[in-house]
């Protein structure tokens, strides 16, 4: 539809220019995990402006590799930018506010949740026992960056 925005209708449309799938997805072999970026376009009435959403939140899809349908999903305080990693039947994931978050990787119930010292636009890394959370990104005052360990449980 380029050069056709006459054609989309007022309001808000997704995925924005900056919205759906943009990080990496990650897989058990069962599941595949999607980090999903909720940002809209808008458009005005006549289809001749367009601009950006004002909110950015994300989501965290699990599908059935199998079947394709949609198993769990979870919403997020904001965009998922960072790829999703899976390690003993859990799923790790983030959001570009800085929140850590841990999910059954089979049911999607919320095992944990860390906030942490900065925001997220990259993607967490399991190495051995050891979860690696790059919290980059000084989006407000404040804010340290730095790379965050953590030990995984036996």
């Known amino acids: 539809m380029r050069g056709e925005a006459g054609k989309i209708k007022a309001g808000e ?5 900056l919205g759906g ?10 599941t595949l995990f999607i980090p999903v970026v909720n940002h809209p376009l808008t ?14 939140t994300g989501e965290l899809v699990a599908l059935d590799v ?4 949609v198993k769990w999903k979870k919403e997020l305080p ?3 930018f960072g790829a999703p990693v899976v390690a003993n039947d859990v799923v790790f994931a983030s959001s570009y506010d800085g929140s850590l978050f841990a999910f059954d990787a089979n049911s999607g119930s919320e095992l944990w949740v860390q906030s942490l010292p900065a925001g997220i636009n990259a993607g967490l890394v399991v190495s051995g026992n050891t979860l ?5 990104v000084t ?12 030990r995984l449980g036996g």
């Open 139 to 150: 989006a407000a005052e404040g804010q340290t960056p730095g790379l965050i360990a953590y």
């Open 21 to 30: 799938v943009i990080a990496p997805m990650a897989t058990d072999g069962k």
């Open 66 to 69: 199998a079947s394709g349908k």
């Open 43 to 56: 458009v005005n009435s006549s289809g001749t402006e367009i601009g950006e959403g004002s909110t950015m």
């Open 78 to 80: 904001s965009a998922a």
């Open 132 to 136: 690696l959370a790059p919290a980059g």
């Open 13 to 17: 449309v997704f995925p924005g220019t």
